[in-house]
């Protein structure tokens, strides 16, 4: 559920402002916001952090992140001094936001049909520092913050958590919810991370054929960039709650050097800032140490596409290879099949023609038709015709395949002087440092009208580069 806690001064329990979903408008108008708002003086830059909430269809600015402050720490106040609401004028306010994650689903037996969900929480906090006057407005979905402040305020919880009987009671139970809150934003990332490495499929094992082979796709290389993606936004909301968390820290810290804050808190809460500045600095490093985990399994899934697409252009590159053999095994038969016919050809040709009724050598007789006769003069008229024509097919065939050979050559010699005429020629240098260098060194008793040829040559913008690299 979409949710806003409000927890005003002197109230007993939280306020709680909710939707109907994690993803509907809240049960409140604009004006009845606006309002509310208003009349806790609350700083307009955490407009931005409640905007990523309301009715939506997919997370909206999931990656945003941010810290604000605000302090009117200065005596006589520039605020609104009310002692009856317990407002002295005198305030700090900071508003920030922070990301958790939290599994939705991990019935399903395969890792990665787990279903993980990234949240988003909102944080306004003002503190009076004279009446110890605290106000704190949370912006979440769901009701996980809200159980888990009830709990830290009940009888069940710490007693400088729920104490607030003076000004530094109070200051101290606030740092209490700070660290609440960043706790709740770092306990479920080191299992995310994780995961993320266990989600990944393995790509190493032989290539050769076996049941160990794995034979990929080009729709593996999707699957490695949809989790390189997840593992990329990971890093990147790591990153933005490790920010947060050190202007946090910083913010805290500064307050003990500030001329405006008050000496007594300065001195009675000096040992729980430094103990607040200490646990946030614990879990600067537990993010810093999620973020190199998670940068180093971006590389690792970088890597792995890369080989996949490797392997993958390696099996194109093979595929390739046996058709080139095969297409030169076809291209062979195809030259042997082209010489015979060159050979058989005329004599094919000039084999049909005698047989025709054109030329006769031979006078068939009737009376003995199973004798046969032979014609030697039939013979050297077809010898004498088949040769000279297979030696001029072969000749033709060869000047054809010549004229072809010198017409890729030379289409290759004009596109090599032609791909040379269109490179760009580099610009020349000259020894001279510039323009005022190269007019010192000619002598203007021997040339006339030097002064005005040095002016112009001094105010044109010269085409070469003038390098200043020659000593």
Known sequence: MFNILLFPPCADEPRYLSSDTS???????????????????????????????????????????????????????????????????????????????VMKNDEAEDVKMHEWSIRQAAIHHQFDIVYGTTLWIVTKGRRDLYDRIKDMTSQKGREEDRSFATVE????????????????????????????????????????????????????????????????????????????????????????????????LREKNNDDITSFAAELGEMMTDFGMQISRSRLLADTI????????????????????QLNINMEREALGMRIITIVT?????????STFFGTDVIKYQKQREEMPGEGSFSALALK??????????VFTLLLAWITYRLEQTRRRFQNRKQLRHSKRNETPPSPTFPWRSSMSFATTLNPTKFKGFSWMTKRTLSLQLPFHNSDDYQ
């Open 23 to 101: 993803r509907e408008r809240l049960n409140i108008t604009r004006r009845s916001l606006a309002e509310l708002f208003t009349f806790h003086q609350v700083m307009p830059t955490y407009l931005d952090f409640i905007f990523v909430f309301g009715r939506q269809v997919d997370a909206k600015d999931p990656k945003f992140g941010g810290f604000r402050e605000l302090k009117l720490m200065k005596d006589p106040p520039r605020g609104f001094n009310i002692p009856n609401m317990g407002r002295s004028g005198r305030q700090f306010q900071l508003c920030y936001n922070l990301k958790g994650v």
């Open 342 to 350: 060159l050979l058989f050809l005329p004599a094919t040709f000039v």
């Open 169 to 264: 009671e109070c200051f101290r139970s606030s740092l209490g919810a700070h660290l609440l809150y960043c706790q709740w934003a770092i306990e479920g990332w080191r299992w995310y991370v994780r995961w993320l490495e266990n989600s990944l499929m393995a790509v190493y094992g032989p290539r050769g054929p076996g049941e160990a082979c794995q034979k990929y796709k080009s729709g593996d290389i999707q699957v490695l960039q949809y989790w390189l993606d997840k593992t990329n936004e990971a890093v990147i909301v790591l990153q933005t709650n490790f920010e947060v968390i050190a202007c946090l820290q910083r913010f805290y810290l500064s307050l003990l050097t500030n001329k405006d804050f008050p000496e007594r």
């Open 381 to 390: 008229r077809w010898l004498q015709v088949t040769i000279p024509l297979t």
């Open 302 to 321: 970088r890597d792995r596409k890369g080989l996949i697409l490797q392997h993958i252009q390696s099996e194109a590159a093979e595929r390739t290879e």
